[in-house]
């Protein structure tokens, strides 16, 4: 990464980093058993100091991406795409900041079953973490006790996001709020969000509306008792009767405990429940999964991760191992994971490269 003063005001900066990656993924249980591709992500931003240590800055970046399928010798598949990653501009002051554009909006206590992955797509098991972003205003105020407040509108997301059914109608905004406050040693937070739903691709034509109303309610907390304890809880309702999907509950409970074993094991559990019905809270159609994640780092540049998903209903075990090296500038990552063919996580990131079946996966990042 590098920067450099432009203009007359030595205070104003203009940054250009970027992030670059290249994997070959193997996986025999695929129609093209071999992926091989890259990823560039070009970042630039640049900020205005004002007076009274308000800020106004501006960040563009995006996702260039190309892979090539293959079954060696026989069958070839190639895709691609440019498109943007983030695009937003922002002021802020000591204890405030509006952010105007395409930006990632993440809250919520869980780590890996997530009730409250609203607008993001981060799956743990990524080593790059990544997510599209969504168009919008968002606005936060920080108070002075540590309590903070969120208010945003969203505009121009058409496809469905995390735990959504149903692509959003374009003619109404979006719009929510989260306000989140420090309890008893730890913190807690309501979130709420709008919107106005298009269900007319769902199987039954009967049920099917082009406009219904869609409102969310969050809860989440976490609190530090010599372990790391955290709930998080989401109710989605629609307006109109559009069958099992009517109402979603989704419920979360986790823990978090570094163990004095070698250089520190850490451990994180969670338990989710998934439940879906035409009344709310009915809990007639009952989904449970549970998580394990553990990380051990062996130096201070390799890492050992491991992470396990148990699908109780299927009977059915998600696996993932990684083995991170860290560089300078380089990051390796050695991967393997072991899943069922049919992919039935909920609300995970299902890009190819980390589900159904059994498969290798070997990355290299150049951050600059």
């Known amino acids: 990464m590098f920067s ?4 007359s005001n030595a205070q104003d900066t ?3 980093k970027g992030q670059l990656s290249a994997y070959t993924h193997y996986n025999p249980t695929n129609e093209l058993q071999l992926w091989t591709g890259g990823r560039y992500i070009p970042q630039l931003n640049y900020s205005i100091n004002l007076p009274q240590k308000n800020l106004i ?3 563009a970046s995006a996702n260039i991406y190309g892979n090539v399928g293959m079954e060696p010798f026989s069958q070839f598949e190639t895709d691609g795409n ?28 869980a780590m890996m079953l997530r009730p409250l992955m609203w607008f993001d797509q981060v799956d743990p098991r990524d080593p790059l973490q990544l997510t599209d972003g969504v168009w919008g205003l968002l606005g936060r105020y920080y108070f002075l006790n540590n309590a903070n407040l969120w208010i945003w ?45 298009d269900t007319r691709k769902f199987d039954s034509p009967s049920i099917a509306f082009d406009e219904v109303a869609e409102n969310r309610f969050g809860i989440d907390g976490k609190w530090d008792v010599g372990v ?24 979360n409970v986790g823990l978090d405990y570094t163990f004095g074993i070698g250089n520190g094991l850490n451990m994180v559990f969670e338990q989710l429940l998934f439940s879906f019905d035409r009344k709310p809270f009915a809990f007639s159609a009952n989904y449970w999964f549970s998580g394990l994640a553990t990380s051990y780092p062996v130096s201070i540049f390799d890492n050992l ?24 500038k380089f990051d390796f990552n050695l991967m393997a994971y072991w899943n069922p063919e049919i992919y039935n996580m909920p609300a995970q990131n299902t890009d190819r490269m980390l589900y159904g079946g059994k498969g290798l996966q070997v990355m290299v990042v150049y951050n600059h």
């Open 4 to 7: 450099f003063a432009i203009l």
């Open 305 to 328: 991760q491991a992470i396990i998903y148990y699908d109780w209903m299927n009977n059915s075990f998600y696996n993932f191992i990684n083995w991170g090296k860290q560089f300078n």
């Open 228 to 251: 790391g304890l955290w709930f998080e809880a989401a109710w989605i309702t629609k307006s109109k009767n559009v069958g099992s999907l009517t109402n979603q509950q989704i419920f």
């Open 57 to 59: 800055d501006f960040e």
């Open 14 to 16: 203009l940054i250009f």
């Open 153 to 197: 509108g969203l505009w121009g997301n058409k496809e469905p996001k995390m735990w959504e059914t149903g692509k959003t109608d374009q003619q109404y905004p979006e719009f929510g709020g989260r306000y989140q406050s420090p309890l008893g040693g730890g913190e807690t937070a309501f979130t709420y969000h709008f919107r106005v739903a």
């Open 82 to 109: 440019l498109k943007p990653y983030r695009a937003w501009a922002r002021y802020s002051g000591k204890q405030f900041e509006l952010r105007l554009g395409l930006q990632k909006i993440n809250f919520g206590s």
